[in-house]
Each structure stands twice: as C-alpha cells, then as structure tokens.
C-alpha cells in the first residue's frame, strides 16, 4: 500500500483511469495515472520508481479518465481534454528514476483524447479523441503520421489494436478500421445497433463488443484463426 501524494486540486483530484503493467528488466512496473500525475512503481515491493507531473489543465473539470499505455521503453501518459483543445499526450521513458517532470521524449497537442485511452502497437500510437478525430503518431519521436475525423457520433470507447488493425468504435455502433501503420489506410466500415461506451476486447480468434443491451463476438468460429477479421454487419 503506498499513499499517491500529489499538488492536484479540486476536480483534478478525481480519476476514472485504470492501472496498466509495464516490463522493467527483470521486474513489473505498475502505471498509475490520475491528480495531474503519473507513477510508476515495482509491483512487488510498492516502492514508486518514478513520478512525472506536466498533466495538469485549466477549466473546472480537469478529472483524468484515460489509462497510460506502454509499449517497450515508452510510457504513454494522457490528460484530462473536456473542452478538446488543452489536453496533451506525452511519452516517457518507462527506465527514469525519481522525479522525471519534463523529461518527456515528446508532447502531441492537438486532437487528443478525453473520456478514452491510446493504444501503442507497432512502433506507433493510436488515439481517438471524443469528438472523433483518430490519430496516429510515431512512436519514437512523436510525430503524427495521419489524423483522420472518422463520423458516427462521440467516442468514449479506446481503439483496440491486433492482427496488424486498430479498431474505433463510437457510441453509435461505428466500428471503421484502419491498418496500422503511418499510411492511414481505411480497411472496414461497420455498423452495429445499439449504444457502445465500452471498450472492445480482442482474444482467441474474435472481438468482442459490448452495447448497452447486448454482447457480440465476431470472427471466425475457430479460435486458431486471426483475432482481427471484418466485422460483418449486424443480423437483428
């Protein structure tokens, strides 16, 4: 058990993210974002390894929701958007110790998420904002690749990546995927009925989505095949 101390007031005191585990050598880091900061600790001994601040944001509601990614030696911190033009994304690297505030390898700005998380997967990382608006940056050194305003209503689900795809999928039951990488290619637009806030889940040959009402599985009936198939359209 270790207290989270932080300098974070008032709404930005509240966070709705999720821990998320990194590879540090030998051991297991445990991310935990949320009060204007990021922490990371050893997930054996509780003992915080690094601690980075530069999240915080002005306005009244400045609570945090998005969960840190992390892929190799990055780390993936995101901050609270509401209004959708102050929050940022920013990379670390997940080897610092102690205070590492403004050591980030890179922020992005523009077009960043509020409600949702990013996904890094090869060598990139893939964002949705509320409103909307997909991006994709490199990895390494934080350059956007391609932003992309996708349709079909809000986003309060994070994109799933597998397969050499990443899924967004709105509110609305809009599911469009793209190929991962820097050419922003459109594979697949889908539609499925209902409302969707969670995030899909991609395992054994399928994905899964979740409405307000109904659970869905699609792909193959066997489970050795690829999780990432297009979605068919939905039978009601």
């Not at 190929?179 to 969707?196: C, D, R, S, V």
Request: net charge positive; charged share 20%; proline share 4%.
């Amino acid at each position: 058990k270790r207290d989270r101390v932080t300098n974070a007031t008032g709404d930005a005191r509240d966070a709705f993210s999720s821990p998320a585990f990194i590879e540090l050598g030998q051991s297991i880091g445990l991310l935990v974002s949320g009060a204007d900061w990021i922490n990371a600790y050893d997930l054996d001994s509780g003992e915080e390894l690094w601690r980075a601040g530069g999240l915080r944001i002005r306005g009244r509601y400045r609570h945090s929701s998005a969960s840190p990614a992390a892929y190799k030696d990055f780390v993936i911190a995101t901050s609270g958007n509401p209004s959708g033009g102050e929050g940022r994304v920013m990379a670390f690297r997940a080897s610092g110790r102690g205070d590492i505030t403004g050591t980030q390898v890179w922020t992005v700005s523009r077009s960043t998420p509020d409600s949702t998380s990013p996904v890094a997967y090869r060598d990139h990382v893939f964002m949705v904002s509320d409103k909307g608006i997909a991006s994709c940056v490199d990895l390494a050194t934080g350059q956007v690749a391609w932003r992309y305003r996708l349709g079909g209503g809000k986003y309060y689900s994070s994109p799933v990546a597998g397969d050499g795809k990443v899924y967004f999928l709105s509110n609305e039951g809009r599911c469009t995927v793209f190929a991962a990488q820097a050419k922003g290619k459109t594979l697949a637009i889908n539609e499925l009925p209902g409302w969707f806030f969670a995030t899909p889940a991609i395992g054994e040959g399928r994905i899964y989505l979740r409405s307000n009402d109904r659970l869905y599985a699609m792909g193959s009936e066997s489970t050795t095949e690829s999780p990432a198939k297009k979605l068919p359209k939905s039978k009601t």
